[in-house]
């Protein structure tokens, strides 16, 4: 039989002596005064950033960044304090930044972010000495230096280090992207694009939050959250300056494009979708109206095939690790690519794009190609598989 312990009255005032720096009497959470004095500072940063109030800014703190942040068109920009470490008349805050840019972002990037404060006296209000990225986390364009910002049609570019005529031109590629990205994809998407151009691989790295040894054979990336439709994504397509410089002109463009279709395509973008459907697609896209042969396009995986290699399974996952091997790597996105530009050679673009949707429909990877694959191109993954080999010796033997 269980027992039942039985508490004497001044056991409990006992126990709530004991426990009322944490929890009140009747099961309140008291307020810790300095974390919301440091609220009510970053509250009043952030209305002085959406105001551009330069004297209302330095009056919470350092000036320091204001200049580069007045340039970016801001819908939203607020911070939220999730942990506070006070040390006499200093601080450490550590503070979720939500911001969005007017036009582009749906939906807000979200940045963790550490504070540092003071304040002179027991009264005085509490100032901000810096702000930076939180440890583990990647830089803003802010971080990096002076923001220059260039508008196109369908663009908005924001470059470190890099001088107008530069941004101008990645906003031009962004805005032919746009179009080619709509004409094939016919989701819902917000047919605008961000765009980031630091000054150097480092500085693309700087951003992601990663070492830059990951990145030196990427020309760009895209970062954004997957997970579907109840997810409202902000997109940056991040370039690396180095890597891209060395592209020829239809090149640059095929990135570009590529990088904007991952944009267009993030909503039906799940854990379900593996690597070969999203980035073979995003090449279809980008190679799409363009003269680029196969030969052209796929010349890793011509060589194997030229060898009498056909590759037995469509790319893992795996194999698109940007650590793989470059010339594997390169294979990947070949294999990927010829994988997509099959299904709209036999099946349509429409179908293609529906084979898309359907495999982002689940949340989880398990079951997801062969459901969506029965129900769209009426195959298996085994006839698939069979099909594309051939189109793979075809196209490339």
Not at 158 to 180: E, H, K, M, N, Y
Request: charged share 25%; net charge negative.
């Amino acid at each position: 039989m269980a027992g039942r312990w039985r508490v004497s009255g001044s056991s409990v005032v006992a126990l709530c002596l004991l426990l009322v720096s944490l929890v009140a009497c009747g099961g309140r959470v008291t307020a810790d005064p300095v974390r919301a004095e440091v609220q009510k500072v970053l509250d009043r940063r952030a209305a002085a950033v959406l105001g551009h109030d330069r004297a209302a800014y330095a009056r919470t703190g350092t000036g320091t960044g204001f200049g580069d942040l007045s340039v970016i068109p801001l819908a939203d920009w607020s911070y939220r304090v999730t942990d506070v470490d006070r040390g006499g008349d200093t601080a450490t805050a550590e503070v979720e930044l939500r911001y969005r840019v007017d036009g582009y972002d749906r939906g807000a990037v979200t940045a963790n972010r550490t504070v540092a404060l003071s304040r002179d006296g027991a009264d005085g209000e509490w100032a901000v000495d810096s702000e930076r990225p939180a440890k583990g986390s990647g830089q803003q364009p802010w971080d990096q230096g002076a923001v220059r910002v260039v508008r196109g049609t369908h663009s908005l570019v924001l470059g470190v280090g890099q001088s107008t005529g530069t941004l101008r031109a990645f906003a031009g590629l962004a805005d032919r992207a746009v179009p080619a990205v709509s004409d094939a994809w016919d989701g819902d998407w917000a047919r605008r694009v961000v765009v980031l151009v630091p000054r150097s691989v480092e500085g693309m790295a700087g951003l992601l939050g990663s070492p830059a040894s990951s990145y030196r054979g990427i020309a760009a990336v895209t970062t954004g959250e997957t997970g579907g439709r109840e997810h409202a994504p902000a997109d940056r397509i991040i370039v690396n300056p180095d890597a891209y410089g060395l592209l020829g002109s239809l090149g640059k463009q095929v990135v570009l494009t590529h990088e904007t279709t991952h944009v267009a395509t993030r909503a039906d973008t799940t854990a379900a979708t593996p690597l070969w459907l999203s980035e073979g697609y995003a090449d279809w896209v980008g190679y799409r109206g363009s003269d680029r042969d196969p030969d052209e396009a796929a010349p890793e995986l011509r060589g194997e095939v030229s060898e009498g290699r056909v590759p037995g399974a469509l790319p893992t996952d795996e194999d698109f690790g940007f650590t793989a091997d470059a010339d594997e790597l390169a294979r990947a996105y070949e294999g990927g690519w010829l994988a997509c530009r099959m299904i709209a050679d036999q099946w349509g673009e429409d179908r293609l794009d529906a084979f898309y949707r359907a495999v982002g429909t689940d949340d989880e990877r398990a079951g997801a190609v062969e459901a969506a694959m029965k129900e769209t191109l009426g195959t298996t993954p085994e006839d698939f598989t069979a099909r594309w080999r051939e189109y793979v010796r075809s196209e490339l033997g």
